[in-house]
């Protein structure tokens, strides 16, 4: 039986292949999650995950949660817009629909418990790397010391408030650089993805 993450690899849509695979491991993941629909897993509004569907994933749409009565949960948390916000204001080209799904999509899978890239339901972490590379080229760029993404955005964020969040003067002298730095190891949420790790080693 194919899983949902195989079943949209194989539709046929258009754009690009990475993009492709970053959403159907979205949607896969939370499609496994029961108590939400996709809408609210992805924090996308009806009309753009069926945009999203429409574009990618042609002939798929049975798996969609009825998107036309599931509405994103706006109140999960206050920072929430402020992160898609900051990724809508450095997107690469500020044109491409795949730009500001994602934006959504990022910011909602923030608000997860695990690493971002789990959440994502990515294989490992270098895809989300090359994913906010891809789409979000100016805020990826500030990332100069590879600081864990989440922390990263949250960073920004006070920043552009005019927060200070730091205990040290700098991060190459705080007692917590292991918490802002250290490896994002884990394995990935979907199993097919776990299948796929064990049998490249």
Not at 34 to 53: E, H, I, K, M, V
Not at 59 to 71: M, N, S
Request: charged share 25%.
């Amino acid at each position: 039986m194919q899983t949902v993450y195989q079943r949209l690899m194989s539709a046929d849509g258009l754009g690009e292949s990475v993009d492709r695979h970053v959403f159907a491991c979205v949607i896969a993941v939370c499609r496994a999650d029961p108590a939400r629909t996709l809408c609210d897993g992805t924090g996308l509004a009806p009309d753009a995950l069926l945009a999203l569907f429409a574009t990618y994933f042609p002939g798929c749409r049975d798996i969609l949660h009825d998107p036309a009565t599931a509405v994103p949960d706006a109140e999960e948390a206050l920072e929430e817009e402020d992160l898609k916000r900051l990724l809508l204001d450095h997107r690469t080209t500020g044109t491409r629909p795949e730009e500001a799904w994602l934006a959504a999509i990022v910011a909602r899978r923030s608000l997860g418990a695990n690493h971002l890239w789990q959440d994502l339901g990515l294989w490992e972490r270098s895809e989300l790397s090359g994913l906010l590379t891809r789409h979000f080229a100016p805020l990826a760029a500030r990332n100069v010391d590879t600081m864990k993404w989440k922390k990263f955005f949250y960073r920004q964020l006070c920043q552009m408030e005019g927060i200070v969040i730091c205990k040290a003067p700098n991060c190459a002298v705080c007692d917590d650089y292991a918490v802002c730095f250290g490896e994002e190891a884990g394995d990935p949420l979907l199993p097919l993805a776990n299948a796929a790790r064990m049998a490249a080693e």
